[in-house]
């Protein structure tokens, strides 16, 4: 069964750091451009960032730039959102998604999702103090 999980949401002060996992399992992400989402509770699911299946390429929403970093480690089969001076309108279910990307080197847009073929479930990130 092909799935994607993620993982290392909860509650953290404004300020705070969390770092959020993409595991995959059932199929190898390394083929795939890895993009994060977040919705809010009332709000339409927005596009945070990509990385490349090659890990050379990433882009970020200007809501998140110079704050959120992603990062990919093949031989964990997972993709990393590290989330940094998190504020509480960073409060929202945070999900990962896989793109099969023209080259091993391009990102997938995340201003559409219907570019994303694997979702996960969604982890819950609580900015609250």
């Known amino acids: 069964q092909l799935q994607l999980v993620e993982s290392g949401g909860g509650l953290v002060q404004p300020g705070g750091s969390l770092r959020l996992s993409c595991t995959a399992s059932?199929?190898?992400?390394?083929?795939?451009?890895v993009g994060w989402f977040r919705q809010a509770p009332g709000k339409e699911r927005e596009g945070l960032s990509c990385i490349s299946s090659s890990g050379d390429s990433t882009i970020y929403a200007d809501s998140v730039k110079g704050r959120f970093t992603v990062s990919r480690d093949s031989t964990k089969n997972t993709v990393y959102l590290q989330m940094g001076s998190l504020k509480p309108e960073d409060t929202a279910v945070y999900y990962c998604?896989?793109?099969?990307?023209?080259?091993?080197?391009?990102?997938?847009?995340?201003?559409?999702?219907?570019?994303?073929?694997?979702w996960g479930q969604g982890t819950q990130v609580t900015v609250s103090s």
């Open positions: 998604a896989a793109g099969a990307g023209p080259s091993p080197s391009a990102v997938v847009a995340v201003e559409s999702d219907a570019e994303y073929d694997y």
């Open positions: 059932g199929f190898t992400l390394d083929a795939y451009a």
